[in-house]
Nanobody, 124 residues
Framework: VQLQASGGGLVQAGGSLRLSCTAS????????MGWFRQAPGKEREFVAA????????YYADSVKGRFTISRDNAKNTVYLQMNSLKPEDTAVYYC??????????????????WGQGTQVTVSS
């Protein structure tokens, strides 16, 4: 599975962005997908995940109520709608994929596949 993320950019606090991640491969629908982020000087952290059937979603406490993850298996694409953005959301955002379920850790035991990252900058 190869992942291509897009949609990052510069936005003012309180604004919105939508990230997209398109996957190659015929078995996209059997993979759980998600997003992680990494701010300068910090470890990569879990943001959101969605099961392969889109039946369940998971969020980090820091983004609950502001971010929404969704997927379109027909387009092999997962989305992250980010609303009410804060300066502390500034980071490189990475999409990730893993068979059936997505680990919420980025190191050992983390997702098998990663996208290249897209920069999100929120100005105050």
């Amino acid at each position: 599975v190869q992942l291509q993320a897009s949609g990052g950019g510069l936005v003012q606090a309180g604004g919105s962005l939508r990230l997209s991640c398109t996957a190659s491969g015929r078995t996209f629908s059997t993979y759980a997908m998600g997003w992680f982020r990494q701010a300068p000087g910090k470890e990569r952290e879990f943001v959101a995940a969605i099961t392969w059937s889109a039946g369940r979603t998971y969020y980090a406490d820091s983004v609950k109520g502001r971010f929404t993850i969704s997927r379109d298996n027909a387009k092999n694409t997962v989305y992250l709608q980010m609303n009410s953005l804060k300066p502390e959301d500034t980071a490189v955002y990475y999409c990730a994929a893993n068979k059936f379920s997505l680990p919420q850790v980025s190191g050992t035991g983390g997702p098998e596949y990663w996208g290249q990252g897209t920069q999100v900058t929120v100005s105050s």
